[in-house]
């Protein structure tokens, strides 16, 4: 496989995922061709773990030109259709089976592919897209080679017989930017640069990297990185970091537009200056951050049932004003249910209050990068003091001590969230439960026990302006899972 052919091919599939078709058939082909193309560009005995991602995600690809055609022939009323769904989902299905399990680098893309497995409806493909588009792949980089060359008979040159090149690997957060990376605009974000060098010549100290774009800078600023030479290589390969920063100031008018950065790179001596050239990937591209879209939990299974829940707001078409603050903030609230469950924030034989429970879920989403910052508690609405609100959208905390919650339990909830809400004009609320209550088996995943409810209103059976209630039931007063042996 060369880079080339892989680069040409990633660049297909992003082209593909991103088109907005009028032919659903035309569609479909071109997802197969990008497919194919993946498939093609690695070669046909590779086991490594780039080549099992980049198959599976050739398979998704595939999966999502059978739901176009599922749509298209449902449309068409063409008898037995559901055999594109069918096809989708069996061949979603063993592309999972074929990635590795608890890979941070395959987790994404199983949760793409099992996002697949539970379309229900024939235009599932259009949120779908958008949630592989946003997986990354890894970029596979060619290994070190030094040219090997007899000397002349003059004797031996200083010069390197081959031009340095480097592999640039780029950071945002801590994570590597295989190639698309959604950034909230207006936000500034770290950015770290890994540079691996193969032949870096006497006499140049530092290196610089660029990100180039048609942008100008008051839209997108992104400073050029210096790297120090390090002191000396390892196996071969000079490997250095620098670090800056990205700030998108203005984000494309769709969230799914990606805005294209290359990477240019040089090396700088006393007085002198020299291009090299930058191998495996040579650019990067990052798109807004879509709240209803871009949830990141760490789980995945949990990132599907809020993708879920947010899917289903879209399609009702309920306060669409209020969709982004709601994803944002149940995202985020969700995000802090996770780690507090991985931490056992609120171990077995605690007594949280709502206090408690109120400034360690604030502590953890006051951080949370999407939401700015932009957390209130305590605010007064609709005749008492809520307990955290973001851009208007109103977070009501419980407690539960004595009877286990399950989500048809928590309508005893309701109304409090929803006066709250009502009290701004608000459809859309959240009700946060804390389960305290005594643990009789394992608590099970988070998405267990998430969902919308619909509360009643007064005096309205059928309001045409409904109010919803996203709920989250955080599992707590954990054991030691050991103690579950005993």
């Known amino acids: 496989m060369t880079i080339a052919t892989y680069l040409d091919a990633r660049r297909s599939a992003v082209s593909a995922l991103s088109a907005q078709p009028a032919d659903p058939p035309a569609a479909a082909n071109d997802l197969d061709a990008a497919a194919d193309a993946l498939t093609g560009s690695v070669a046909a005995g590779d086991t490594g773990a780039p080549a099992i991602a980049i198959r599976a995600y050739a398979d998704a690809l595939r999966c999502l030109a059978e739901l176009e055609r599922w749509e298209s022939d449902t449309l068409a009323a063409v008898p037995d259709a559901e055999r594109h769904r069918r096809a989708a ?101 770290d950015l770290e640069v890994e540079a691996r060098v193969l032949d870096w010549p006497e006499g140049y100290d ?19 990185v210096v790297i120090d030479r390090p002191a000396e290589p390892a196996g071969g390969v000079w490997t250095a970091r620098g670090a800056g920063h990205l700030l ?31 191998v495996g990937q040579s650019e990067i591209t990052i798109r807004t951050f879509d709240s209803t879209r871009d949830v990141i939990t760490g789980a995945p299974v949990v990132d599907l049932r809020i ?69 209130a508690k305590h605010a007064w609405q609709g005749g008492g003091p809520t307990d955290l609100v973001h851009d208007g959208v109103v977070a009501e905390l419980k407690v539960e001590k004595d009877t286990p919650v399950t989500l048809e339990d928590a309508s005893r909830y309701l109304a409090q969230a929803t006066q709250y809400a009502s009290a701004g004009q608000r459809q859309l609320s959240i009700l946060a439960i804390l389960d305290m209550t005594p643990m009789t088996a394992a ?37 030691r899972p050991s103690d579950w042996s005993r």
């Not at 769709?254 to 240019?264: K, M, R, V, Y």
């Open 443 to 479: 608590p099970g995943v988070l998405a267990n026990t998430m969902g919308w409810l619909e509360p009643e209103l007064h005096g309205l059976d059928d309001p045409a302006f409904p109010s919803r209630v996203a709920v989250i039931i955080i599992k707590a007063n954990l054991p």
């Open 89 to 189: 989902e069996l061949r979603a299905k063993r592309a999972a089976q074929n990635l590795p399990t608890a890979d941070p680098l395959c987790d994404p893309l199983h949760g793409a592919l099992t996002a697949i497995v539970a379309a229900c409806e024939p235009e599932a493909h259009r949120a779908l897209r958008a949630e592989l588009l946003a997986v990354a792949l890894p970029v596979p980089l060619i290994k070190s080679a030094r040219a090997v060359t007899a000397p002349s008979a003059g004797g031996t040159s200083d010069e390197p017989k081959v031009a340095p090149r480097a592999a640039i690997v780029t950071l945002i957060a801590d994570g590597p930017v295989t190639y698309s990376q959604a950034v909230t605009p207006g936000q500034v974000h």
């Open 307 to 375: 993708l879920d829940m947010l899917a289903e707001l879209r399609q009702l078409a309920i306060a669409p004003g209020e969709q982004p603050a709601l994803g944002r903030f149940f995202g985020a609230i969700a995000r802090a249910g996770v780690r507090i469950i991985a931490d056992r924030e609120f171990p077995e034989g605690s007594n949280p209050s709502e206090a408690d429970f109120q400034a360690e879920l604030l502590k953890r989403v006051a951080m949370a990068p999407e939401l700015g910052g932009r957390v």
């Open 206 to 224: 530092r290196l610089v990297v660029r990100f180039i774009s048609r942008w100008p800078r008051s839209a997108l600023d992104v400073p050029e």
């Open 248 to 278: 998108l100031n203005a984000g494309a008018a769709d969230p799914l537009t990606a805005i294209e950065l290359a990477i240019n790179a040089e090396l700088i001596g006393e007085a002198i200056r020299r291009p090299i050239t930058v």
